[in-house]
């Protein structure tokens, strides 16, 4: 099925680091939805964008809708041990419900050894 | 109940065996909803319901796949005759009324071997 192009694909990060990934798409979406996944866990919604251009915080996280609506962007800032997980972005088609979603395939976040 | 529950957690099923899949969502949540999650993949959308209608089920990969909601509460995700493909984690989501937040349970991870 279809899927968002999500970079990057997994990344290390050192506790207090700032971390940025994004996500893009060859279709428009009127919602942009960022989840994180632990292990063996079902995702949990962090951040929901609803308007082209619209910048939202949910405490350390920061996401942005891209104005061509056809991207997002998700930054998580002073990063902490527990930020490490797998985060999805996800798109929703105009007119479906806010569970009929296009997912990414998810960036990796683990701690530098 | 407090969150969406899957049952079971993990099932082992041999190659051509039928399995049930049991999705508790959130008490008077309306609508409810179905992903399959490759390994190392973003969760794709299988099918939705409003109360016992099943709306979508456009996701489904092919007719060995059926989902029910008889009584617009608890839903089972059938998959007959199991093929390796079908290996996969198997989400349910649900949410008060469509275009609200679905939460999504922990998923069953099934095997097929």
């Known amino acids: 099925g279809q899927q968002l192009n999500q970079s990057p694909q997994s990344m290390f990060i050192q506790e207090g680091e700032d971390v940025s990934m994004n996500c893009t798409s060859s279709s428009i979406f009127n919602t942009w939805l960022w989840y994180k996944q632990d292990p063996g866990e079902g995702p949990v919604l962090l951040i929901a964008?609803?308007?082209?251009?619209e910048l939202t915080s949910n405490g350390r996280l920061t996401a942005q809708f891209g104005i061509t609506r056809k991207d997002s962007f998700l930054n998580i800032s002073a990063s902490i041990p527990s930020d490490v997980g797998i985060y999805f972005c996800a798109g929703l088609n105009y007119g479906g419900s806010q569970g009929n979603l296009i997912f990414g395939k998810g960036t990796k976040l683990s701690v530098k050894p | 109940g407090a969150g969406v529950s899957q049952s079971p957690r993990y099932k082992v099923a041999k190659r051509g065996q039928d399995v049930a899949l049991r999705c508790d969502p959130i008490s008077g949540h309306v609508s409810l909803f179905w992903y399959q999650q490759a390994l190392g993949q973003g969760p794709e959308f299988l099918t939705y319901f409003q109360n016992e209608a099943q709306l979508d089920k456009s996701g489904l990969p092919s007719d060995r796949f059926f989902a029910e909601r008889p009584e617009g509460s608890v839903s089972t995700l059938k998959i007959q005759r199991t093929q390796q493909e079908d290996s996969a984690v198997y989400l349910c989501?649900?949410?008060?009324?469509?275009?609200?937040?679905?939460?999504f349970g922990q998923g069953t991870r099934l095997t097929v071997v």
């Open positions: 989501a649900s949410s008060f009324s469509l275009n609200t937040e679905a939460f």
């Open positions: 964008l609803y308007k082209a251009g």
